[in-house]
Structures are given as structure tokens and as C-alpha cells.
């Protein structure tokens, strides 16, 4: 028997353990007191925001409603940030004989390539994870569709500003939307976002050994998948 015991582990979409989730973080002395919770940037769609080419949002319930309980949510556009109007002709990632680039393939918005990667300069510095758009040419991370220069799609590819953010916090917990399905999924998100915060104060890139001890005394498929994203 383990401290764990009296959980089980839910299936409901979107449904984190609550309960769980909270003793697991006791656990790893990690909870935060009061409003001391982890930053973290959300795609400003996914929270509800009308800012998507199509003047649509694409709000996602446990993201806006279920992961402040944990998290201190920041949403950002970074199309709209650099002044695309909504709603706005699509753009796409395409494979160019100068690398991945972004723009409009019927003509009507040129290269924001650097633009939407200069889009990073402006987020704050305490970030201690993201969560983003899938398959945009903006937020997309790996499931983004590449497009050759007459449109046809010849792979998979992030975002322009997703790519500048891997670049430039390689260590941040990072995922899609599609990537919070299941409870585990949530609660291997948010207690990564709790780790890589406490490294990031404790300023050291291993981890400690009572901390070791203790993520290794959690069970079932969380347990695992952190241990894991421990040890990369
Ligand atoms: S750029 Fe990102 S945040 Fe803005 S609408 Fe597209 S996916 Fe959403």
C-alpha cells in the first residue's frame, strides 16, 4: 500500500483527479500557497478568445475552466500580436528554398515568419510552461501541416512561433491542446509545470535525489510518464 491507494484513476475527459492531483503536488512539497501558482501561456483561442482567422474561437473547456485551479493562465496571440486583423485570409508553413516560411498562399498576406518568431521578445520571463494551438502555422507544435509552394501538404512541422519557443526554453513543458485528454494527461502537465518551476528557483539543471525518491513513489501511468520527463 502506498499513499496513493484510496485513488483511482479517472477517464472522464477533461476530469483531472482533483483530489489526486492536489495530494501528489503535498507530496512533492510543491503546492503553491494562496496565488503563487506556476505562469503558464496558453494559445488566447483556447481560452475562449474570438482571435482565430476566422473570427471564431476554439475555447477548450478544461483548459479555461478546469487547469486554473492549478495554474495562473496567460493567453497570447501571436498573429493578432503582430497586428493580422480578425478575421484575416489563412496562412500556412511552406517549404521554400530559404527554409519554413509563413505566409498567404492566395497572395494576401507576405512573409511573418520573423515577425511571429519576434513575437517571443515579448513574453515574460517566469514562464513555466505553454500550452498551444494544434496545427496552426503559428502555435502548431509538430502537427502543423508543411505545404510545398503550390499548397500541397509534404509533412508535419511547428509553428513559427511554437519553433521560436522551443528554441529558446528547450527545457519548458510544452503541449497541444490534443495532448490534455485523459486525467493522466493533465496531472503529468501540471506537476511537470511545478517541477520545472521549482528548478528554475532552485537555478540547477539536475534534479535532487529526495526529489527523485519521491516522483519515484508515484504510481500507475503518471507516475511513469514523469519519471520519465524527469529523466530526459
Ligand atoms: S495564432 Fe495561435 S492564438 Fe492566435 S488564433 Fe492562431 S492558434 Fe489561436
Redesign the pocket.
Known amino acids: 500500500m502506498n499513499d496513493f491507494s484510496s485513488d483511482r484513476t479517472q477517464d472522464a475527459r477533461g476530469a483531472a483527479s482533483v483530489s489526486r492531483l492536489d495530494q501528489w503536488l503535498d507530496h512533492l512539497a510543491l503546492r503553491a500557497s494562496g496565488d503563487d501558482k506556476p505562469a503558464v501561456l496558453v ?3 483556447l481560452l475562449g478568445q474570438p ?2 482567422y476566422d473570427g471564431d474561437d476554439k475555447r477548450h473547456s478544461t483548459i479555461a475552466d478546469v487547469l486554473p485551479r492549478w495554474l495562473q493562465l496567460r493567453g497570447t ?4 500580436g503582430i497586428g493580422l486583423p480578425v478575421p484575416r485570409p489563412p496562412i500556412d508553413v511552406i517549404e521554400t528554398s530559404a527554409g519554413q516560411r509563413v505566409y498567404g498562399l492566395d497572395g494576401r498576406t507576405g512573409d511573418v515568419t520573423d515577425a511571429l518568431r519576434a513575437e517571443t521578445d515579448r513574453l515574460p520571463a517566469n514562464l513555466s510552461g505553454v500550452i498551444l ?1 494544434a496545427r ?1 502555422p ?2 502548431g507544435l509538430g502537427n502543423t501541416p508543411l505545404r510545398s509552394p503550390d499548397g500541397k501538404v509534404i509533412g508535419s512541422t511547428d509553428g513559427a512561433f511554437a519553433a521560436r519557443v522551443r528554441e529558446r526554453w528547450p527545457a519548458l513543458p510544452a503541449v497541444h491542446e490534443e495532448q490534455l485528454v485523459s486525467a493522466a494527461d493533465i496531472e503529468v502537465f501540471v506537476l511537470s509545470v511545478y517541477l520545472h518551476r521549482q528548478r528554475q528557483r532552485w537555478r540547477r539543471d539536475t534534479w535532487p535525489a529526495p526529489l527523485r525518491d519521491a516522483v519515484s513513489a508515484l504510481p500507475g501511468d503518471t507516475g511513469a510518464r514523469l519519471r520519465a520527463w524527469l529523466a530526459r
Open positions: 494559445s488566447a483561442c482571435v482565430r496571440c501571436p498573429e493578432t494551438k496552426s503559428s502555435c
